[in-house]
T-cell receptor
Framework: KQEVTQIPAALSVPEGENLVLNCSFT??????LQWFRQDPGKGLTSLLL?????REQTSGRLNASLDKSSGRSTLYIAASQPGDSATYLC????????FGKGTRLSVIA | NAGVTQTPKFRVLKTGQSMTLLCAQD?????MYWYRQDPGMGLRLIHY???????AKGEVPDGYNVSRLKKQNFLLGLESAAPSQTSVYFC????????????FGNGTRLTVT
């Protein structure tokens, strides 16, 4: 059974810092990996999707990498801003998606 | 473009009552999903559908039923609500294919007393 772990569960950083969020999964037979953002009281917004044949995807200040063989993905956020404060979840697509429990990020001005 | 719309946004039920949650998407997506999100448990899949007229069980299907009579709608039913079904329910949808991201609604907060 696929299991997805996100460490740390919570993270607080000063504005402007670069940071990395981690996601690990137990079964490397995946179709893709997605990173989502969830604001309080809201649904999830897809940030980046990396297909199993890809190594990374970039969108603005966000860069996500995927290493299937080691069962790991990272989400890199450059020059963090208070507006980046949210919970970030990763999900791996075996069949169907399995979610991690998320990392709650606080960016302090 | 409305995306994924869930109704209602909030609901309070008494134990034993029934209700239906409606999910509607206007993106012509083939796949639709119902998740529940609980503190400390993360998102768990209840049921999903890969197309009109088809449904399948997810990780936590007991106590729920679903129907997908039209491609754009996915209904989640609770026949006899229990306090353990107090949760936030999310609907999501996507196109067929591994490169298609998942789109979520804003959720329904259900309390069963």
């Amino acid at each position: 059974k696929q299991e997805v772990t996100q460490i740390p569960a919570a993270l607080s950083v000063p504005e402007g810092e670069n940071l990395v969020l981690n996601c690990s999964f137990t079964d490397s037979a995946i179709y893709n990996l997605q990173w989502f953002r969830q604001d309080p009281g809201k649904g999830l917004t897809s940030l980046l999707l990396i297909q199993s044949s890809q190594r990374e995807q970039t969108s603005g200040r966000l860069n996500a990498s995927l290493d299937k063989s080691s069962g790991r993905s990272t989400l890199y956020i450059a020059a963090s801003q208070p507006g980046d404060s949210a919970t970030y979840l990763c999900a791996v697509s075996s069949t169907p998606l399995v979610f991690g429990k998320g990392t709650r990020l606080s960016v302090i001005a | 473009n409305a995306g994924v719309t869930q109704t209602p946004k909030f609901r309070v039920l008494k134990t034993g009552q029934s209700m239906t949650l409606l999910c509607a998407q206007d993106m012509n997506h083939e796949y639709m999903y119902w998740y529940r999100q609980d503190p400390g448990m993360g998102l768990r899949l209840i049921h999903y559908s890969v197309g009109e007229g088809t449904t399948a069980k997810g990780e936590v299907p007991d106590g729920y039923n679903v129907s997908r009579l039209k491609k754009q709608n996915f209904l989640l039913g609770l026949e006899s609500a229990a306090p353990s079904q107090t949760s936030v329910y999310f609907c999501a949808s996507r196109f067929l294919g591994s490169g298609s991201p998942l789109h979520f609604g804003n959720g329904t907060r259900l309390t069963v007393t």
